[in-house]
Nanobody, 114 residues
Framework: QVQLVESGGGLVQAGGSLRLSCAAS????????MAWYRQAPGKQRELVAR???????NYVDSVKGRFTISRDNAKNTIYLQMNSLKPEDTAVYYC????????WGQGTQVTVSS
């Protein structure tokens, strides 16, 4: 069973940048389609970005051009580079598979101040 640990969140001013990491253990994720999700207070969890085994990516419209998802198969880790952050990006960010979810990690809090 895959275990996922997210890190890299923090408090940043609008326009700033953060890089999130998701380290997987227990199983290799190189052949899995992985995604970053976020959940803001009072809102449902939403898929933000996804990456397939070949490195192909997709993004929700609200982050296109600002966020970049990537993966390092040697480290069994995926990343989310977030630039030009906006207050509406404030949320807890999680990683997981796109289908057949494994247990969710604790997430990492991203807070963007205006």
């Amino acid at each position: 069973q895959v275990q996922l640990v997210e890190s890299g969140g923090g408090l940043v001013q609008a326009g700033g940048s953060l890089r999130l990491s998701c380290a997987a253990s227990g199983s290799n994720i190189r052949d899995r389609v992985m995604a970053w999700y976020r959940q803001a207070p009072g809102k449902q969890r939403e898929l933000v970005a996804r990456i397939n085994s070949g490195g192909g990516t997709n993004y929700v419209d609200s982050v296109k051009g600002r966020f970049t998802i990537s993966r390092d198969n040697a480290k069994n880790t995926i990343y989310l580079q977030m630039n030009s952050l906006k207050p509406e990006d404030t949320a807890v960010y999680y990683c997981n598979l796109v289908t057949n979810y494994v247990p969710w990690g604790q997430g990492t809090q991203v807070t963007v101040s205006s």
